[in-house]
């Protein structure tokens, strides 16, 4: 199943046609992007009967939104790859590094993001959605709390990040229009390993990053057992899981956003983002 938000209506993509869920299923399931996980089985079984024959709108890439516009808490994960934490000249942690994007940085697939300062950077990672309240889970239950995957940009301001010492991530990775995310949230059912999928990111067409989540260094369960440890998980909750190597901070020489140039961030298997940069007011 491929949900997206269409004009902030929530709806399955059939075969590039916008089935609205809440027109479709007779008033049984809500519009409202943020209501579908307590009914996710269900709307699970309803959505594998749909068919593109129905009539329904296309998709229309200009009008989508976060799949998850409004979740509680979105955790982010820092040096989740070992080719970043080695391009960082970092070492490789011995936790997983927890830091926050504040819920209303979060934007659909095809935003436009405004630039805070000369040293913008780029990030693509695989968000995980939480499906059903986690706490205290174990990592081998852990994929049944998740809902689905998509994809995310953790745009970060490394000017703001790097700005004191030690450095703090939530704020500049925060900035209007730094998360986002689409095109759609693609449940697990769709994937025969959803712990190994392609992710590439160019930026003005030219490949920057290129890796799979195979190469996490924590793994999607293992974040689940540590985050949930402490931590009640919500349905909805987001976590960004990392990003590989290829930033453009570390590059040499250094590589930051400019206005005009367009980011695209793709994973196999759920779709691409594309966010064209440009001046902030
Ligand atoms: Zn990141």
């Known amino acids: 199943m491929r949900l997206v938000n269409q004009a902030g209506r929530l709806g399955v993509d059939v075969a590039g046609r916008f089935i609205d869920l809440e027109l479709h299923s007779g008033k049984r399931f809500s519009s409202d992007p943020m209501s579908a996980f307590a009914d996710w089985d269900a709307i699970r079984a309803w959505a594998s009967k749909q068919s593109a024959g129905e009539v329904g709108p296309r998709v229309e890439p200009a009008k989508l939104g976060s799949p998850v516009p409004r979740p509680t808490q979105v955790f982010a994960i820092g040096l989740n790859y070992k080719d970043h934490a080695e391009e960082a000249n970092l070492p490789i942690p011995d936790a997983p590094m927890v830091f926050t994007k504040f819920p209303t940085c979060l934007v659909g697939p095809n935003a436009e993001v ?15 959605v939480i499906g059903r309240q986690a706490l205290r889970v174990p990592a081998v239950k852990a994929w049944d709390f998740v809902a689905g995957v998509t994809v ?17 991530f939530s704020l500049g990775k925060s900035a209007t229009a730094f998360g986002p995310m689409g095109p759609a949230l693609v449940s697990l059912d769709e994937f025969s390993a959803p712990d190994a999928l392609e992710l590439r990111c160019w930026v ?20 689940i057992e540590y985050i949930s440890k402490d931590c009640a998980l919500m349905p909805g909750d987001l976590i960004f899981t990392g990003t590989p190597g290829g930033v453009g901070s570390v590059r040499n020489p250094r590589r930051y956003l400019v206005p005009g140039e367009t980011i695209e961030s793709e994973i196999e298997g759920i779709g691409r983002l594309s966010n064209r940069c440009v001046a902030r007011d």
């Open 114 to 128: 405004p630039l805070t300062s000369n040293r913008v950077d780029w990030e693509v990672e695989q968000v995980v």
């Open 152 to 168: 995310g940009q953790d745009i970060s301001d490394r000017r703001l990040q790097f700005s004191g010492k030690p450095p703090q």
């Open 204 to 223: 003005a067409g030219e490949l920057m990053q290129e890796s799979t989540t195979a190469n996490l260094i924590f793994s999607v369960p293992e974040l």
